[in-house]
């Protein structure tokens, strides 16, 4: 049996059946981690394989299952180093409020992945912890700042793992790796005891290796923080009971126009038309969309995340700029440049962008487009700045709208680098997003792929 292609779901029933224990799946995943973190880099932190008792088996959807935490989240006692040389000892004294989440569900924390220098970037390629590296071509990015998370799940380091998404970070990694992640609407899941980024932008949430796996994540991860001021009463979601209705009448409107056409490398753009095809042969009415809007949004948000991520590490970059990394550094002293009616033009586009997709929204069930326009790139002698701008174009958007977004994958290219597709919905329709996606994956087989070097 190959616990690790096994859904979150069939994994902890078999846990609680006792045919494999909690001790099984741990031990999987340990077994990877030396294999192969040596080489791709994923984990910052290994956690040595915990004695503790489970939580009562009879109440907990995660019973047992191995979780990898992007080392932005404080975990309690392990030590958080946000990727950065500032919290390179910070051990924190309480879990962020969604690993307590977690914990309390029966998943069990096996290490801290690797990010971007305080995920302010999506190469993933650290000064102070070294460069995570694609598991399908070590000489490439995994994407990032959420890289570590996507590359152990990827290659069955951990069975699910925590990303967090400011221009694309879960996305992203997601696209370039070949697994799925979700951005869920803004406000849906706490980012109490998470190191910020940008107050206005930042999102969490779970990659994993199927879309029911990621309803299932959510389905714990999200809910009212009254310590977080970003997080909103709603009803709880159910993201899993609906997950397998037919998608038949549908409307999916798919991005075409400048915005998205003029960067989209051959392959991918022949990718995600065939998707759209299986999605029409499934029922699904394709209306093809101009979204050239969405180019506006994108450059807002980088604006956004700078000025406020210079914002955020003001006293840091007074003290020791010395101690970021070059292209962050770079970027936080672009951001505390901006003027404040550069920053009040942006958030115009925001509001103005908003309301575009409500309007969108009011006619189309999703939105689908490419994750990133081109496959993952080279590691080595890259401009991490521009690499950002190419990578985030189309993830960006919908930070800065705050809307549920998912990143499916959706083929490779001849080079067999991963491809991604992008579903997106109005605020609060995470159950609509992980409805499309998870058509689209039970009539393809590209989410069963696995890297050469996870088997190795």
């Known amino acids: 049996m190959d616990i690790e292609t096994l859904s979150l779901t069939d994994q902890r029933d078999l846990v609680k059946s006792r045919e494999v224990s909690a001790s099984d799946l741990a031990e999987a995943c340990y077994r990877q981690i030396e294999k192969l973190n040596p080489t791709l880099n994923a984990f910052i932190t290994v956690v040595p394989p915990s004695q503790d008792a489970l939580p009562n088996e009879g109440s907990t959807p995660l019973f047992g299952i191995p979780l990898a935490v992007k080392d932005l989240y404080d975990t309690k006692g392990i030590r958080t180093t946000s990727g950065s040389r500032f919290f390179a000892d910070n051990i924190p004294s309480k879990d962020a409020f969604v690993v307590q989440k977690l914990k309390k569900a029966g998943a069990r924390v096996i290490g801290k ?22 598991p399908w071509d070590i000489t490439r990015t995994p994407g990032g700042s959420s890289g570590g998370s996507a590359v152990a799940v990827a290659t069955g380091m951990a069975m699910t793992a925590l ?16 697994v799925v992640g979700l951005k869920p609407t803004f406000g849906r ?57 037919s998608i038949h009448g549908r409307k999916i409107a798919f991005a075409v126009g400048q915005f998205v056409e003029e960067v989209t490398d051959p392959e991918v753009q022949k990718a995600v038309e065939q998707a759209i095809r299986i999605l029409e042969e499934q029922g699904a009415i394709i209306s093809e969309v101009t979204t050239d809007f969405l180019r506006e949004a994108a450059l807002a948000n980088a604006l956004m995340t700078q000025a406020d991520g210079a914002a955020f590490h003001r006293e840091r970059m007074q003290e020791h700029p010395d101690w970021f990394g070059a292209d962050v550094r770079l970027r936080l002293e672009t951001g505390a440049g901006f003027t404040s009616s550069e920053y009040a033009l942006a ?17 189309y069930d999703v939105l689908v487009l490419p994750t990133t326009p081109i496959p993952a790139p080279v590691l080595e002698g890259e401009d991490a700045i521009e690499r950002a701008r190419q990578l985030t174009r189309f993830t960006a958007p919908f930070n800065l709208t705050g809307l549920p977004a998912l990143s499916v994958p959706c083929g490779f290219t001849s080079n067999s ?6 579903v997106v919905s109005r605020a609060w329709n995470e159950a609509g997003v992980l ?22």
């Open 417 to 422: 680098l991963p491809i991604g597709l992008q």
């Open 435 to 456: 409805r499309i996606g998870y058509a689209y994956q039970q009539a393809t087989a590209w989410h069963t792929m696995k890297p050469p070097i996870s088997a190795q």
């Open 163 to 178: 990303g967090t998404d400011t221009g694309g970070s879960i996305r992203i990694p997601a696209s370039l790796c070949g």
């Open 113 to 134: 992945t690797n990010t971007h220098e305080i995920a302010l970037g999506v190469t993933n390629n650290n000064p102070h912890f070294g460069a995570c590296r694609n």
């Open 347 to 363: 958030r115009r586009t925001q509001a103005e962008v908003k309301r575009r997709c409500e309007i969108l929204f009011e006619e």
């Open 189 to 245: 899941v706490s980012l109490s005891g998470i190191l910020p980024l940008s107050w206005n932008l930042d999102h969490a949430g779970p990659i994993t290796r199927k879309v029911e796996d990621a309803a299932l994540m959510l389905q714990v991860m999200g809910g009212y923080d009254e310590n977080d001021p970003s997080s909103f009463k709603t009803l709880p979601g159910d993201y899993s009971s609906h997950i397998r209705d």
